[in-house]
Nanobody, 121 residues
Framework: QVQLVESGGGLVQPGGSLRLSCAAS????????MGWYRQAPGKERELVGV???????NYVDSVKGRFTISRDNVKNTVYLQMNSLKPEDTALYYC???????????????WGQGTQVTVSS
């Protein structure tokens, strides 16, 4: 299995910044896409952004220009730098990865437990 452990959430004032980290571990053969989703109370889970192995990124329109995803392929870690945070960014943020286990030919989706981000004054 693949375990994803997120860190870096918390309470921040509007306009502030936070950096989330997510490390993948386990019996990993290879990792392709990594990224972040979020879910606000009463809303469906939505994509925040993803990054490919080669570093190509894609973001939801609402975070473009404010959030940046990066990854360390050696450490199997993905990061989410969030700047100019707004109250509407408040949500539970989930790490995501598409990975293949050792000795397996199939890629599957894996999710972290989530880390809370609250933007409030």
């Amino acid at each position: 299995q693949v375990q994803l452990v997120e860190s870096g959430g918390g309470l921040v004032q509007p306009g502030g910044s936070l950096r989330l980290s997510c490390a993948a571990s386990g019996s990993i053969g290879s990792i392709s896409t990594m990224g972040w989703y979020r879910q606000a109370p009463g809303k469906e889970r939505e994509l925040v952004g993803v990054i490919t192995t080669s570093g190509v990124t894609n973001y939801v329109d609402s975070v473009k220009g404010r959030f940046t995803i990066s990854r360390d392929n050696v450490k199997n870690t993905v990061y989410l730098q969030m700047n100019s945070l707004k109250p509407e960014d408040t949500a539970l943020y989930y790490c995501y990865t598409r990975a293949r286990l050792k000795f397996s030919g199939d890629y599957n989706d894996y999710w972290g437990q989530g880390t809370q981000v609250t933007v409030s004054s």
